[in-house]
């Protein structure tokens, strides 16, 4: 058969359209194997983990075939759980894939210990904002006759006396004694006679 006959003839045709199903079955598969494998279309949506403990976590997770790490223990927060889900990354209610992993962050069992700042001699205006830079708080106000007004004279906590460098939980109330600008002053005049004839003469006189 010539070449002419045979690509008119059905068999070439027949072959062609052979061909091209076997293409096809092959991309369908080739794509089908693409996207089972990257779980394309499938996206988890992550829960909320706030104030689980470590092992709730892992159990929610490990039902959506999601993975997590524990990044960091921060300072303890009184509105959660001790030992609990305070910061996690993804948020809650992000789509990811599975396998994901969620960084979590966990609450500190309790305060951590901070040290008193020295406060005796600056004024109420700088005390309060000192104590709460390094967590702590301002507790009871009381006043003692002093010259300087609204000046600390002493720090307490509990009826106990404080000094500067005492090493305290961190979020305590810090009760101070201020100045409140009235001294009394007890003065006595001594008034003196002169008698000026005992004085001696002036020159000239």
């Known amino acids: 058969m010539s ?12 072959q062609i359209l052979a061909a091209m199903a076997i293409v096809a079955v092959i991309s369908f598969l ?17 829960p909320n983990l706030a104030k689980l403990s470590v092992e709730q976590a892992e ?47 966990i609450n500190a069992s309790t305060y951590t210990m901070v040290a008193l700042p020295d ?3 600056k004024t109420y205006r700088q005390a309060v904002p000192t104590l709460e830079a390094v967590g702590l708080q ?8 002093y010259l300087g007004k609204d000046m600390v004279l002493e720090m307490s906590m509990n009826g106990k006396k404080l ?12 009760d101070l004694v201020l ?9 006595t005049v001594d008034t003196t006679t002169v008698d000026t004839t005992q004085m001696p003469p002036l020159d000239g006189q």
């Open 3 to 14: 070449l002419r006959k045979y690509l008119t003839s059905g068999v070439f045709f027949a």
């Open 30 to 46: 080739f794509f089908h194997w693409i996207t089972y494998t990257t779980h394309h279309g499938q996206e988890i949506t992550v």
């Open 59 to 105: 159990e929610q997770l490990s039902a959506l075939d999601l993975d997590f790490v524990v990044l960091d223990t921060v300072d303890f927060k009184p509105d959660f759980p001790k030992l609990t889900v305070v910061e996690q990354e993804p948020k809650a209610g992000a789509k990811v894939k599975e396998g994901r992993k969620i960084y979590i962050k």
């Open 119 to 121: 406060l005796i001699e």
């Open 138 to 145: 301002e507790g009871t106000i009381s006043y003692r006759p």
């Open 163 to 174: 000094k500067a460098g005492d090493k305290i939980l961190k979020s305590s109330k810090i």
């Open 179 to 187: 100045g409140d600008g009235k001294v009394t002053y007890e003065e």
